[in-house]
């Protein structure tokens, strides 16, 4: 048994720096010396720092036989001889120690010291490090997959990362193996070990993976001033151009949308507007509602609240799937939008599409598949004709003639 194959395992693999970690082993040695000797002042203990090798050097002053005074720092000429037969009085004797003449308890402990030390430092190496890279992506491959997170081992360096089930996207299904890309979104400390929580719903992954693939962004010639998201489904983003010549919105959809496409895909078919950011309220309300077009907006700067009017045809696109869009309209521009139909004629009929901000979409479906598309037609029918052709409960039906009832009253 020697230094070396004894404390291999910590000569390489380790996240620490050389001068660290030969700080950590001069000191873990010069305290097992202190405690078999009583002191450290005549021992040297050498680190190779190309390959790590260990070595323990015992320095004494050569005295005469029988002069020895303090065998701490000395050694009697005979003793030195049978070390190395040139030796001669009033030279310094070096005597290499193995761990053997410690005794097996001793290195047992030193050894446990070290483990303990090496196993801090590189806590605090790991903490340190992703604490640092917070807000950038990483790439790591499905290690270990449990009921609330994903386990993930960075792929650059091994270490290991924590994806909190409710920081991945609607439609992420991971298998041991995949690749997963996510932001480092903090750093938390569990049971005294470093958890390095990434995340996929957070709008710093959507934004980072912007400035991937759109090279305006990283250059600073296009700047993000906003993000909203319901991951998965859909996000709005405001982009801005420093320089007149580059249109923002058309840089980060690129030619046929190229640069957004894989960022799509990356967000599982998340819906992404790009928007142009402007300081004009009214226009930007008016963009952030997009694709739904326009007619006029009455605001009301001190409650911060707009009135948005469209016409008939416009209004399910401004509200979107769910109230999704003027949800992140909302969001986005820091306004609560209303909507209301711009028209001034009596309203003759309309379209059931245009009431999914009140009534769910398969309900809608059950009602077009008895080939009712409009409010009138499935006004028309009475609801013990409604509960026998679809498959829809009578409270709910009478829930439904309701909210239609009251789209023609006065």
Same mark, same amino acid.
């Given at each position: 048994?020697? &230094?070396?194959? /004894?404390?291999?395992?910590?000569?390489?693999?380790?996240?620490?720096?050389?001068?660290?970690?030969?700080?950590?082993?001069?000191?873990?040695?010069?305290?097992?010396?202190?405690?078999? +000797?009583?002191?450290?002042?005549?021992?040297?203990?050498?680190?190779?720092? /190309?390959?790590?090798?260990?070595?323990?050097?015992?320095?004494?002053?050569?005295?005469?036989?029988?002069?020895?005074?303090?065998?701490?720092?000395? =050694?009697?000429?005979?003793?030195?001889?049978?070390?190395?037969?040139?030796?001669?009085?009033?030279?310094?004797?070096?005597?290499?120690?193995?761990?053997?003449?410690?005794?097996?308890?001793?290195? @047992? !402990?030193?050894?446990?010291?070290?483990?303990?030390?090496? @196993?801090?430092?590189?806590?605090?190496?790991?903490?340190?490090? +992703?604490?640092?890279? =917070?807000?950038?992506?990483?790439?790591?491959?499905?290690?270990?997959?449990?009921?609330?997170?994903?386990?993930?081992?960075?792929?650059?360096?091994?270490?290991?990362?924590?994806?909190?089930?409710?920081?991945?996207?609607?439609?992420?299904?991971?298998?041991?193996?995949?690749?997963?890309?996510?932001?480092?979104?903090?750093?938390?400390?569990?049971?005294?070990?470093?958890?390095?929580?990434? $995340?996929?719903?957070?709008?710093?992954?959507?934004?980072?993976? @912007?400035?991937?693939?759109?090279?305006?962004?990283?250059?600073? &010639?296009?700047?993000?001033?906003?993000?909203?998201?319901?991951?998965?489904?859909?996000?709005?983003?405001?982009?801005?151009? +420093?320089?007149?010549?580059?249109?923002?919105?058309?840089?980060?959809?690129?030619?046929?949308?190229?640069?957004?496409?894989?960022?799509?895909?990356? &967000?599982?078919?998340?819906?992404?507007? =790009?928007?142009?950011?402007?300081?004009?309220?009214?226009?930007? =309300?008016?963009?952030?509602? /997009?694709?739904?077009?326009?007619? $006029?907006?009455?605001?009301?700067?001190?409650? @911060? /609240? !707009?009135?948005?009017?469209?016409?008939?045809?416009?209004?399910?696109?401004?509200?979107?799937?769910?109230?999704?869009?003027?949800?992140?309209?909302?969001?986005?521009?820091?306004?609560?939008?209303?909507?209301?139909?711009?028209?001034?004629?009596?309203?003759? *009929?309309?379209? &059931?599409?245009?009431?999914?901000?009140?009534?769910?979409?398969?309900?809608?479906?059950?009602?077009?598949?008895?080939?009712? *598309?409009?409010?009138?037609?499935?006004?028309?029918?009475?609801?013990?004709?409604?509960?026998?052709?679809?498959?829809?409960?009578?409270?709910?039906?009478?829930?439904?003639?309701?909210?239609?009832? $009251?789209?023609?009253?006065?």
């Amino acid at each position: 048994m020697n &230094l070396i194959e /004894t404390f291999s395992e910590f000569k390489a693999g380790k996240n620490i720096d050389r001068p660290t970690m030969v700080r950590v082993l001069e000191d873990v040695f010069r305290t097992l010396i202190k405690k078999k +000797y009583g002191t450290d002042d005549n021992f040297d203990v050498i680190v190779n720092t /190309t390959n790590g090798d260990l070595e323990i050097w015992r320095v004494r002053e050569i005295v005469p036989d029988g002069e020895v005074t303090d065998d701490r720092a000395q =050694i009697s000429i005979s003793e030195a001889l049978d070390i190395d037969e040139d030796y001669e009085i009033g030279e310094e004797c070096y005597e290499q120690l193995e761990l053997e003449e410690f005794g097996r308890r001793s290195v @047992m !402990a030193a050894r446990q010291t070290l483990v303990s030390r090496i @196993m801090e430092l590189e806590k605090d190496e790991i903490f340190n490090r +992703y604490s640092d890279r =917070i807000g950038e992506i990483v790439l790591g491959e499905v290690h270990q997959i449990l009921k609330r997170e994903i386990l993930i081992l960075d792929d650059v360096t091994g270490n290991e990362l924590v994806l909190p089930r409710n920081e991945t996207i609607k439609g992420d299904f991971f298998r041991k193996g995949d690749m997963v890309r996510g932001v480092i979104k903090r750093v938390d400390m569990r049971n005294n070990n470093p958890a390095v929580i990434i $995340s996929r719903t957070d709008n710093g992954f959507l934004e980072k993976l @912007m400035e991937q693939e759109v090279p305006e962004i990283e250059d600073g &010639l296009i700047t993000i001033k906003n993000i909203v998201r319901i991951p998965g489904e859909r996000a709005k983003v405001a982009v801005e151009s +420093y320089d007149d010549r580059i249109d923002p919105v058309g840089a980060c959809v690129g030619m046929k949308g190229s640069r957004i496409h894989g960022i799509v895909r990356e &967000l599982r078919n998340e819906n992404i507007d =790009i928007v142009n950011y402007t300081n004009n309220i009214n226009l930007y =309300i008016q963009r952030s509602l /997009t694709p739904a077009k326009v007619t $006029s907006i009455s605001l009301d700067n001190e409650n @911060m /609240t !707009a009135s948005v009017f469209l016409k008939p045809d416009q209004v399910s696109l401004a509200i979107g799937r769910g109230g999704s869009n003027i949800k992140l309209a909302s969001k986005l521009t820091g306004f609560e939008i209303d909507v209301y139909r711009d028209t001034d004629e009596e309203i003759d *009929d309309v379209d &059931l599409d245009e009431f999914v901000d009140e009534i769910e979409e398969w309900i809608i479906d059950e009602l077009k598949n008895i080939g009712c *598309d409009s409010a009138r037609s499935v006004l028309n029918l009475s609801v013990e004709e409604l509960h026998r052709r679809t498959d829809l409960e009578e409270e709910t039906i009478q829930e439904v003639l309701k909210v239609l009832s $009251s789209e023609f009253e006065e």
